[in-house]
């Protein structure tokens, strides 16, 4: 993408060579020091050395994450190599962790997430999308690569990424205050205030305030661009439509024109209370609130230009959620007792420019004169309108969760840990897509000028009872045994698709009487398409014209609902024969529960497993100055699921063939001289499909039916993860007169990757390319202030984060989702 691509390639190779050489070497002559930075996790539900624990775990720390700035999820997420993500814009982002992806899964009817993200005791994944919690005065973040199913549950399935927060502390006041301001090139100016305040009540109770305000700065174009529609259709021989001239609808964007329109403001705060109630038991109840509100979109449009791309209706999207939560810890007897307790109410609301579909099938319909001619895009005189669209979209997340485990002593040589769980999630999703001024009779039922619309009520229930065994064989072995019984439970139902005009054809604007309302259940259990006459039943989701997604039981309408119930297990075998080296193998299940499609016409998605076996080593070395942690695996993914935009654009979900997914990881800190730290991070996955992936299901996948193809063949990489991820810190501090200066570098690659697992689809949007990019900052410590200049992504790469499009026929307009420009700027702290 750049001339200076394969330089810095070779740069980032031979520095971390001379890093790690240097650094070994180093810390062998260095004299003894212990870490100061000890990281304790609590990744197994009890309180331990990272070091101690037998999982693949990576651990920012506080120290760490407020070195390196961190402020969300593409902040740290860079600094985990095992860790992918496909997203579209802040707040719509899909999670993927060792290369278990099969692409697509953030749709809100489509499948439940793969990696779990926790926010202190409480899950907060939700359908389509991570929270985006921001990162300020937060205790660390662990990341879990590998099946998480027995202690974490259904959406653990490839990892677990837990978010701990700082609790209120009665032993003393205490208050920080942070600023920044920053600029971005080619973009404009941002900045954020974060506060925190720790304020005692007594000596066995505290509150804790957190807050933070932040305005990102915007650096994509919206240039100026018109689009000419099919208007005069052309005829064969026999006087039938064969094709159209390009003559119709003309259309320019010049109302939207603007620069830097992809601005993003983010606001909110914490609380929480605890209170110790006697030596025994604490209850720490919490409340969360966040908004995030960006205008524009975060994608650039290759066909356009470098960070240019060109809308024709706003876009916008608000992202607001508030969670409640309460944790409960105590003691019977020697036994520890922990209820956590959460309800999450997450709300989005969102406008799309839809104006790529309506070109795309003004185009794919061309041989039937486009759609002026086609798809009767009219208004009440029967005049062609403009086919252009645009989407107002609504998603209403409500999450309940509540575990309740009880935990014997950590120090007998027998322990377990055990546990009840429940969790119920619902979204009521809404898709507007709106025509102005197209006919009454055209549109939706009682719903003038859309064109489609979806209004449904998702269900996922979760119940879980799960239990985990230690016991240590000899002082140096110890073998652990875990299982998790689940019960799932999801249902959906309500409305999606066109109108039906009562006085017969054209029906609706696409001519079709298949869907929409044609599909409606009358009184009598019959569809409308086969009951003309019929009374048709009352919509069962508010807002829907009636209802099309449900099954007709008893004379009334029920939810379409998919159920199992199954059992998924741990076996994990420790050796540590001294205090410094750890090593473990693990033999583990996670699982991922299955759904329904909300084209009713399509079965239900099943279950799908991921089995993993993986041996890993822990260990410190030269007298603490070194640590090194390396996990290799190996993870057979059956029958696993991925979605897709099928026939209309519309979001299917099916069960695949198997996928076999082998890597390695590693992670290593050196402190070869007093005041230098040098920390690398690095991941290589091979992540195949073991059978042929059909275009139509077939369990043989020999894809020989009639009609049926091959998508991608046995052995075609799995998409989004690429082949190798690392990154690097170097950081140096000494002191300079009343006190501490420090430089610090971050280095951070990526390896390129597919962008969908079929292959033609894939071919169509192109590799997102692999990318290197390099931060630098010089700050000054002293007393209770602090000072950083900063430069970001330095040499202003072009990292590609995804690439898309916005409909199964726009492949030929993709969007290029980038990081942000190079980035200068100043931050000032102070604690009081």
């Given at each position: 993408?750049?001339?200076?691509?394969?330089?810095?390639?070779?740069?980032?190779?031979?520095?971390?060579?001379?890093?790690?050489?240097?650094?070994?070497?180093?810390?062998?002559?260095?004299?003894?020091?212990?870490?100061?930075?000890?990281?304790?996790?609590?990744?197994?539900?009890?309180?331990?050395?990272?070091?101690?624990?037998?999982?693949?775990?990576?651990?920012?720390?506080?120290?760490?994450?407020?070195?390196?700035?961190?402020?969300?999820?593409?902040?740290?997420?860079?600094?985990?190599?095992?860790?992918?993500?496909?997203?579209?814009?802040?707040?719509?982002?899909?999670?993927y962790m060792r290369g278990v992806a099969s692409g697509g899964d953030g749709n809100h009817s489509g499948s439940l997430p793969s990696v779990g993200v926790y926010l202190d005791e409480q899950p907060v994944t939700t359908i389509g999308g991570t929270l985006d919690v921001h990162i300020y005065d937060i205790a660390r973040i662990e990341s879990l690569a590998g099946p998480q199913g027995t202690l974490?549950?259904?959406?653990?399935?490839?990892?677990?990424?837990?978010?701990?927060?700082?609790?209120?502390?009665?032993?003393?006041?205490?208050?920080?205050?942070?600023?920044?301001?920053?600029?971005?090139?080619?973009?404009?100016?941002?900045?954020?205030?974060?506060?925190?305040?720790?304020?005692?009540?007594?000596?066995?109770?505290?509150?804790?305030?957190?807050?933070?305000?932040?305005?990102?700065?915007?650096?994509?174009?919206?240039?100026?661009?018109?689009?000419?529609?099919?208007?005069?259709?052309?005829?064969?021989?026999?006087?039938?439509?064969?094709?159209?001239?390009?003559?119709?609808?003309?259309?320019?964007?010049?109302?939207?024109?603007?620069?830097?329109?992809?601005?993003?403001?983010?606001?909110?705060?914490?609380?929480?209370?605890?209170?110790?109630?006697?030596?025994?038991?604490?209850?720490?109840?919490?409340?969360?609130?966040?908004?995030?509100?960006?205008?524009?979109?975060?994608?650039?449009?290759?066909?356009?230009?470098?960070?240019?791309?060109?809308?024709?209706?706003?876009?916008?999207?608000?992202?607001?959620?508030?969670?409640?939560?309460?944790?409960?810890?105590?003691?019977?007897?020697?036994?520890?007792?922990?209820?956590?307790?959460?309800?999450?109410?997450?709300?989005?609301?969102?406008?799309?420019?839809?104006?790529?579909?309506?070109?795309?099938?003004?185009?794919?319909?061309?041989?039937?004169?486009?759609?002026?001619?086609?798809?009767?895009?009219?208004?009440?005189?029967?005049?062609?309108?403009?086919?252009?669209?645009?989407?107002?979209?609504?998603?209403?997340?409500?999450?309940?969760?509540?575990?309740?485990?009880?935990?014997?002593?950590?120090?007998?040589?027998?322990?377990?840990?055990?546990?009840?769980?429940?969790?119920?999630?619902?979204?009521?999703?809404?898709?507007?897509?709106?025509?102005?001024?197209?006919?009454?009779?055209?549109?939706?039922?009682?719903?003038?000028?859309?064109?489609?619309?979806?209004?449904?009520?998702?269900?996922?229930?979760?119940?879980?009872?799960?239990?985990?065994?230690?016991?240590?064989?000899?002082?140096?072995?110890?073998?652990?045994?875990?299982?998790?019984?689940?019960?799932?439970?999801?249902?959906?139902?309500?409305?999606?698709?066109?109108?039906?005009?009562?006085?017969?054809?054209?029906?609706?604007?696409?001519?079709?009487?298949?869907?929409?309302?044609?599909?409606?259940?009358?009184?009598?259990?019959?569809?409308?398409?086969?009951?003309?006459?019929?009374?048709?039943?009352?919509?069962?989701?508010?807002?829907?014209?009636?209802?099309?997604?449900?099954?007709?039981?008893?004379?009334?309408?029920?939810?379409?609902?998919?159920?199992?119930?199954?059992?998924?297990?741990?076996?994990?075998?420790?050796?540590?024969?001294?205090?410094?080296?750890?090593?473990?193998?693990?033999?583990?299940?996670?699982?991922?529960?299955?759904?329904?499609?909300?084209?009713?016409?399509?079965?239900?998605?099943?279950?799908?497993?991921?089995?993993?076996?993986?041996?890993?080593?822990?260990?410190?070395?030269?007298?603490?100055?070194?640590?090194?942690?390396?996990?290799?695996?190996?993870?057979?993914?059956?029958?696993?699921?991925?979605?897709?935009?099928?026939?209309?654009?519309?979001?299917?979900?099916?069960?695949?063939?198997?996928?076999?997914?082998?890597?390695?990881?590693?992670?290593?800190?050196?402190?070869?001289?007093?005041?230098?730290?040098?920390?690398?991070?690095?991941?290589?996955?091979?992540?195949?499909?073991?059978?042929?992936?059909?275009?139509?299901?077939?369990?043989?996948?020999?894809?020989?039916?009639?009609?049926?193809?091959?998508?991608?063949?046995?052995?075609?990489?799995?998409?989004?993860?690429?082949?190798?991820?690392?990154?690097?810190?170097?950081?140096?501090?000494?002191?300079?007169?009343?006190?501490?200066?420090?430089?610090?570098?971050?280095?951070?690659?990526?390896?390129?990757?597919?962008?969908?697992?079929?292959?033609?689809?894939?071919?169509?949007?192109?590799?997102?390319?692999?990318?290197?990019?390099?931060?630098?900052?010089?700050?000054?410590?002293?007393?209770?202030?602090?000072?950083?200049?900063?430069?970001?992504n330095a040499f202003d790469e072009r990292a590609e984060l995804s690439r898309f499009s916005n409909c199964g026929q726009c492949d030929g307009r993709v969007q290029i989702l980038v990081n942000q420009p190079q980035t200068i700027g100043a931050r000032l702290g102070a604690k009081?």
């Amino acid at each position: 993408m750049r001339v200076h691509d394969s330089r810095r390639a070779l740069l980032l190779i031979s520095l971390s060579s001379t890093i790690l050489s240097s650094g070994a070497a180093l810390a062998q002559q260095a004299p003894k020091t212990d870490y100061d930075d000890e990281i304790v996790v609590t990744a197994q539900k009890r309180e331990e050395n990272l070091q101690d624990v037998p999982i693949s775990i990576q651990a920012l720390g506080t120290k760490k994450l407020d070195q390196l700035n961190v402020a969300n999820f593409q902040d740290f997420s860079k600094l985990l190599p095992s860790v992918s993500f496909q997203s579209s814009q802040p707040g719509v982002t899909t999670v993927y962790m060792r290369g278990v992806a099969s692409g697509g899964d953030g749709n809100h009817s489509g499948s439940l997430p793969s990696v779990g993200v926790y926010l202190d005791e409480q899950p907060v994944t939700t359908i389509g999308g991570t929270l985006d919690v921001h990162i300020y005065d937060i205790a660390r973040i662990e990341s879990l690569a590998g099946p998480q199913g027995t202690l974490y549950g259904a959406s653990s399935q490839a990892g677990t990424i837990r978010i701990i927060t700082n609790k209120p502390d009665p032993s003393g006041f205490e208050g920080r205050v942070d600023g920044e301001i920053n600029s971005i090139k080619h973009g404009g100016m941002g900045g954020r205030l974060e506060g925190m305040l720790n304020a005692p009540i007594s000596e066995m109770a505290a509150v804790r305030f957190v807050g933070w305000y932040q305005k990102d700065a915007g650096y994509i174009d919206n240039v100026p661009g018109t689009r000419t529609f099919c208007g005069t259709p052309t005829r064969d021989g026999n006087g039938d439509i064969d094709g159209c001239i390009k003559d119709g609808v003309s259309v320019t964007n010049a109302a939207f024109v603007e620069k830097n329109f992809n601005d993003a403001e983010i606001y909110g705060g914490r609380a929480a209370l605890k209170v110790d109630l006697d030596d025994n038991w604490t209850i720490t109840p919490t409340l969360l609130f966040q908004k995030q509100k960006s205008h524009g979109t975060f994608a650039q449009d290759p066909l356009v230009g470098d960070l240019q791309t060109q809308r024709f209706y706003p876009d916008m999207r608000s992202d607001k959620f508030i969670q409640a939560a309460l944790t409960i810890e105590g003691k019977i007897g020697n036994f520890d007792i922990t209820y956590a307790g959460a309800y999450l109410d997450r709300k989005a609301y969102q406008i799309n420019d839809y104006t790529d579909y309506a070109e795309a099938y003004d185009t794919l319909y061309e041989a039937q004169g486009g759609l002026a001619n086609y798809f009767y895009i009219q208004d009440n005189a029967g005049n062609t309108i403009d086919p252009r669209q645009y989407i107002i979209g609504t998603d209403h997340f409500r999450k309940m969760s509540q575990e309740l485990r009880i935990a014997s002593p950590q120090d007998e040589r027998f322990r377990v840990v055990a546990g009840l769980f429940y969790q119920r999630q619902s979204n009521h999703i809404h898709q507007d897509y709106l025509i102005p001024g197209l006919a009454d009779n055209l549109s939706v039922n009682g719903h003038p000028g859309t064109l489609w619309l979806t209004e449904q009520k998702r269900v996922d229930r979760d119940y879980a009872a799960f239990g985990e065994a230690s016991f240590d064989i000899t002082p140096t072995i110890t073998l652990t045994g875990g299982g998790r019984y689940y019960k799932y439970d999801n249902s959906l139902i309500g409305f999606f698709g066109f109108g039906r005009d009562p006085n017969g054809p054209p029906y609706n604007a696409a001519g079709s009487s298949r869907t929409g309302v044609a599909g409606c259940y009358t009184t009598t259990g019959e569809i409308l398409r086969d009951n003309p006459g019929g009374t048709l039943l009352p919509a069962t989701v508010e807002g829907g014209p009636c209802t099309n997604l449900a099954d007709f039981v008893g004379g009334k309408l029920v939810p379409k609902r998919t159920k199992d119930s199954g059992f998924t297990h741990r076996l994990n075998l420790t050796w540590k024969p001294s205090e410094d080296i750890l090593a473990y193998a693990t033999w583990s299940r996670g699982f991922r529960p299955g759904g329904i499609n909300r084209r009713g016409t399509i079965p239900p998605y099943a279950a799908d497993f991921l089995t993993n076996y993986e041996l890993g080593l822990k260990t410190t070395l030269a007298d603490g100055r070194v640590r090194l942690n390396a996990a290799i695996y190996l993870q057979d993914w059956k029958r696993f699921q991925f979605s897709f935009l099928g026939e209309n654009s519309f979001t299917e979900i099916h069960n695949g063939p198997n996928a076999r997914i082998k890597g390695i990881e590693a992670d290593i800190n050196i402190r070869p001289v007093e005041g230098l730290t040098i920390a690398a991070a690095a991941s290589y996955t091979d992540a195949k499909t073991r059978n042929n992936l059909c275009e139509i299901d077939d369990p043989t996948y020999q894809c020989t039916d009639p009609g049926n193809s091959i998508a991608a063949e046995k052995g075609t990489r799995l998409p989004v993860t690429p082949k190798f991820n690392g990154n690097a810190t170097l950081r140096y501090q000494f002191p300079v007169g009343p006190g501490e200066m420090h430089f610090q570098s971050v280095i951070a690659h990526r390896g390129s990757a597919t962008p969908d697992i079929r292959v033609p689809t894939a071919d169509a949007l192109g590799r997102i390319r692999g990318s290197t990019t390099v931060d630098f900052a010089l700050g000054f410590d002293w007393s209770n202030y602090s000072f950083e200049l900063f430069l970001q992504n330095a040499f202003d790469e072009r990292a590609e984060l995804s690439r898309f499009s916005n409909c199964g026929q726009c492949d030929g307009r993709v969007q290029i989702l980038v990081n942000q420009p190079q980035t200068i700027g100043a931050r000032l702290g102070a604690k009081f």
